[in-house]
């Protein structure tokens, strides 16, 4: 649509978490460094952040970095009863049981993860959105995954990702015995002020564009109205890059933004 009038290849600012567009800030730095060291240590990590700050990407990012010598399995919905967790993680393990039986699943799940194991491969087992996870009692069987263990070494890597919400769930005295298993916590947190010119320009030079497209002034506001959500940035410079390219507009000024901020109704705008 606007691509070929900006001199753009692709989309610079879509929505969808294309580790090729992760732009590592300070903090999302740490908390893919933090994401690997998980990995490597076969530790269970609680990676939290706000609606749109980019966990999902980082989580893609890290998939795209490990080689053949470790089995991702995802877990996109976990708003599953015990059961069902366990059938999801075995199914995506190729464990094919036709044990109802939790105990029986377990035990199927062991053993797979201790053959990959010998076979030089490492399990990581990633949870999206787990603050939609219904129930203690399934909560209660990540746990027990954690016993995949031998004398000397974890057999898998768990990452429980998840909105804020999730670390006070996770404070309450009913989770403390999962709460203690966690070896790693990191809080992610909107990019920086000072970062916001840089996230722009590596979201263009992805897409193609090798010189700035948006004015200081429209950089400012970009940031006043997001607040360093990646994912409300991209909102906002799409609308603004339509109504641009609608107005015949080689550079986006504030007026885009302004108007961009008004059209999404997005907190923060004034029509004074």
Sequence with gaps: MYEKFYGLTARPFTKTPDPKFLFLSRNHEEALARLQYAVEEKELILLTGEVGCGKTTLTRALMDMLDEHYKVV??????????????????????????????????????????EYEAGVSVVIIIDEAQLIPSKDTFEEIRLLTNFQLDDTNLISLILVG???L???????????????????????PIAEAEIRDYVEHRLMMSGRGHMLFTDEALRLL??????????????ATSALLDGFAKEAGIIDASFIEDAAKELILHGYSEN
Aim: no cysteine; glycine share 4%.
């Design 74 to 115: 995802t877990i996109i919905n976990p708003m599953l009863t015990p059961a069902q967790f366990l059938r999801a993680i075995a199914k995506r393990l190729d464990i094919d049981i036709p044990s109802i039986y939790k105990a029986d699943l377990l035990d199927a799940i062991y053993e797979k993860v201790y053959r």
């Design 163 to 165: 909105q804020p919400d």
């Design 223 to 236: 940031y006043r109205y997001s607040g360093g959500v990646p994912r409300l940035i991209n909102s906002i």
């Design 167 to 189: 670390r006070k769930r996770l404070s309450h005295r009913a989770y403390l015995p999962l709460k203690q298993r966690i070896g790693l916590f990191y809080h992610l947190r």
